[in-house]
């Protein structure tokens, strides 16, 4: 299985902070890795897929680059809304792996 | 809008089985890959298993292989996960999740569902 490492575990920002989450996979993933949020009690929800693409409807302050097996999630200007764990995720072969989350929360 | 509703969740018995459903509204249903996630009370997520769109193709996780089985009713847009041997550690939420395209690597994991509860105790 392809294992995703993902850090920090936590991080502790400033609203307006810039935030970095690295997700690194354990083989070349080519560029099939995908960012998802999860507020407390929801459902995580897509921000960035294929490493780099926004998903409709999410603020242009997400982004994400990488390719092969080094990729970064970042947040230009953390709001409050932003307080959430944050999941890579790759697709490149089954099964589906998901890095250990980066639970986010404001200073 | 795309919809997503599991069902079928509850309180069982180690060895014991549940039958989850995810009704799917919103989209062509035959036309996407559709997958279930678990994540167990305060740990990270877990892809379970999968399903082609049209239920030709199917996948599963080591850990719930030749227990649980997936499958899909295209005329009902619905998926379900048949869950037989339960185990402590199947304890979790389970999220029915649409793909972005019908079983490609790339796109990613689209729509989730809002989950259904799977508790495995004695």
């Known amino acids: 299985d392809i294992q995703m490492t993902q850090s920090p575990p936590s991080l502790s920002a400033s609203v307006g902070d810039r935030v970095t989450i690295t997700c690194q996979a354990s083989e070349d993933i080519r560029k099939f890795l995908h960012w998802y949020q999860q507020r407390p009690g929801e459902a995580p929800k897509p921000l960035i897929f294929d490493a780099s693409n926004l998903e409709a409807g999410v603020p242009s302050r997400f982004s994400g680059g990488g390719s092969g097996t080094q990729f970064t999630f970042t947040i230009s200007n953390l709001q409050p809304e932003d307080i959430a764990t944050y999941f890579c995720q790759q697709s490149h072969i089954l099964p589906l792996t998901f890095g250990g989350g980066t639970k986010v929360e404001i200073k | 809008e795309v919809n997503l509703l599991e069902s079928g969740g509850g309180l069982v018995q180690p060895g014991g089985s549940l039958r989850l459903s995810c009704a799917a509204s919103?989209?062509?249903?035959?036309?996407?890959?559709m997958r279930w996630v678990r994540q167990a009370p305060g740990k990270g997520l877990e892809w379970v298993s999968g399903i082609s769109g049209s239920g030709g193709s199917t996948y599963y996780a080591d850990s719930v292989k030749g227990r649980f089985t997936i499958s899909r009713d295209n005329s009902k847009n619905t998926l379900y996960l048949e869950m037989r041997l339960l185990r402590v550690d199947d304890t979790a939420f389970y999220y029915c999740?649409?793909?972005?395209?019908?079983?490609?690597?790339?796109?990613?994991?689209?729509?989730w569902g809002r989950g259904t509860t799977v508790a495995v105790s004695s």
């Open positions: 999740v649409k793909d972005r395209y019908d079983f490609s690597p790339g796109g990613g994991l689209q729509v």
């Open positions: 919103g989209f062509t249903f035959s036309d996407y890959a």
